[in-house]
Nanobody
Framework: VQLVESGGGLVQPGGSLRLSCAAS????????MSWYRQAPGKERELVAT????????NYADSMKGRFTISRDNAKNTVYLQMNSLKPEDTAVYYCNARSAFYEYSYWGQGTQVTVSS
């Protein structure tokens, strides 16, 4: 099983980034996918979740209207479009795959997002 995040980097406040998470080694289309983030000295927090077929999404309140999660089951990839980025969005962003009955959970290695002028 592999989850490989990409797309992180340094961006100015107000800018945008698109993160990708490429999955392999499991039946991607059967898993709920999520993005989490962890800032220095803070606990990991949920950013957004998308259902296995992509029909349902949920966001943390602070990300609503700025972030969009999506997935392409044909490409085994989940995305996070981040707009209007703020310095407080600076964190390592992780991709998570969770099976339907929570019996399996997989994590990527994370990608650093830094929002700074």
């Amino acid at each position: 099983v592999q989850l490989v995040e990409s797309g992180g980097g340094l961006v100015q406040p107000g800018g945008s980034l698109r993160l990708s998470c490429a999955a392999s080694g499991f039946t991607f289309s059967s898993y709920t996918m999520s993005w989490y983030r962890q800032a220095p000295g803070k606990e990991r927090e949920l950013v957004a979740t998308i259902s296995s077929a992509g029909g349902r999404t949920n966001y943390a309140d602070s990300m609503k209207g700025r972030f969009t999660i999506s997935r392409d089951n044909a490409k085994n990839t989940v995305y996070l479009q981040m707009n209007s980025l703020k310095p407080e969005d600076t964190a390592v962003y992780y991709c998570n795959a969770r099976s339907a009955f929570y019996e399996y959970s997989y994590w990527g290695q994370g990608t650093q997002v830094t929002v700074s002028s």
